[in-house]
């Protein structure tokens, strides 16, 4: 069984737009970060980004991931383990 889903994008039917409202913004950048990750996307898009937009990414949301999860969050919503 898969560990990692992306359901939001296939159920989603909202509005997709930005500075409406909270809650239109949190599903627009679920959807959109579903779609970003899409394999089919990334497999591309990934080989075009220079070095620095591959560090601005990365480095985005390893900053995110630690203002806003606790380590054992990290593990088991990020990385999916069992780390205690």
Same mark, same amino acid.
């Given at each position: 069984?898969?560990?990692?889903?992306?359901?939001?994008? %296939? #159920?989603?039917? @909202? =509005?997709? @737009? /930005? @500075?409406?409202?909270?809650?239109?913004? %949190?599903?627009?950048?679920?959807?959109?970060?579903?779609? /970003?990750?899409? *394999? #089919?996307?990334? @497999?591309? =898009?990934?080989?075009?980004? #220079?070095?620095? %937009?591959? *560090?601005?990414? /990365?480095?985005? =949301? #390893?900053?995110? =991931?630690?203002?806003?999860?606790?380590?054992?969050?990290?593990?088991?919503? /990020?990385?999916?383990?069992?780390?205690?």
């Amino acid at each position: 069984m898969a560990k990692h889903s992306h359901n939001h994008v %296939e #159920t989603y039917d @909202g =509005l997709i @737009g /930005f @500075g409406l409202d909270r809650e239109t913004d %949190e599903n627009t950048i679920i959807y959109y970060l579903q779609k /970003f990750s899409d *394999d #089919t996307l990334m @497999g591309e =898009l990934v080989k075009r980004l #220079t070095d620095d %937009e591959l *560090d601005e990414i /990365f480095s985005l =949301l #390893t900053r995110l =991931l630690k203002k806003h999860l606790k380590d054992s969050e990290y593990h088991a919503l /990020f990385l999916k383990d069992d780390h205690p």
